[in-house]
């Protein structure tokens, strides 16, 4: 199984005198994944941590300040309807966990 880590390196020339930054890219180390792979997958991640939480959608949408509507489409679209950061940081308070919890997901071998 591979995870989507996030890997820092070293930020070249083309961005100027900014030569010493560091930035941040992810890669996997094993199989690739789309980015409605990721938001599916991400979606997956926050209704079982609502559900690990006995909470319902209604009230983690509204002490999270996300319309109920917004919430219950971002869970149900299959990744076609992305979570923003904010949304993510906000769920994580209201559920008491990290948003790297939430968006940490782990690919299987790719099967040949």
């Known amino acids: 199984m591979g995870t989507i880590r996030p890997e820092y390196g070293s930020v070249n020339a083309d961005i100027g005198r900014g030569a010493g930054l560091r930035a941040a890219r992810l890669v996997s180390t094993v199989a690739r994944m789309d980015s409605i792979q990721y938001s ?49 940081k906000s769920i994580a308070n209201v559920l008491g966990c990290t948003a790297a919890s939430l968006t940490m997901v782990t690919l299987a071998a790719e099967v040949a």
């Open 40 to 88: 599916a997958a991400v979606a997956q991640n926050v209704s079982e941590a609502i559900r690990a939480a006995r909470r319902s959608v209604l009230s983690v949408a509204t002490e999270a300040g996300i319309a109920r509507g917004t919430l219950e489409r971002r869970l149900k679209s299959g990744g076609l309807s992305s979570f923003s950061v904010s949304e993510i």
